[in-house]
């Protein structure tokens, strides 16, 4: 229950069971206000060797932890224009053809519900790198001696990414 007003009319809510679920209902507009998660994307970046390149957080949630670059999706973009907005912003790269990878859920957590979209992208090796908005530090870390990842699901895109390493080769 997240919607006090309605955001269509600005008549006070009230909680109303539909489809098995307590909603928030404008008796105005006679509509549910549904809540949805927060489409963002999150990026595996890997160089030649298949060293990844993790960001340490300068922002909660997770502040000063590490995990994959990426953020939300920004009205007007589609999940790759995301992608690649973040990639530049947080890493100062400028690359176009992120992949596709998996999709993955973060419930309940700092900003409620999110859906997350992972990309993979490779890199040049000789990339240079320049941490940006939200991050303090950018490394390159071997698989086996990385440091765990603050979100579960960029855990789980991490895992994914390294199944499908495997199976290509
Ligand atoms: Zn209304």
Known sequence: MKYRYCY????????????GRLRDFCKNCQLPLYENPIPSVAVVVANQPGELLL????????????????????????PQEAAVRE???????????????????????????VLIIGFTLQIDDNLKIIPGDDVTEAVY???????????????????????NRKNNE
Do not use: M
């Not at 997770?62 to 953020?71: A, D, F, Q, S, T």
């Open 55 to 78: 960001v340490r957080r300068g922002v909660e949630p997770g502040i000063g932890e590490w995990c994959l670059p990426g953020g939300f999706i920004e009205i007007g973009e589609t």
């Open 8 to 19: 269509h009319c600005g008549t006070r809510t009230v909680g109303k069971q539909i489809d």
């Open 87 to 113: 990639l530049k912003e947080e890493l100062g790269i400028d690359i176009q053809n992120p992949q596709l990878l998996d999709v993955g859920s973060h419930i309940n957590g700092y900003y409620g519900d």
């Open 141 to 163: 870390f071997s698989i086996e001696n990385r440091p765990d990842l603050v979100f579960r699901v960029h855990e789980d895109f991490l895992n994914t990414w390294l199944a």
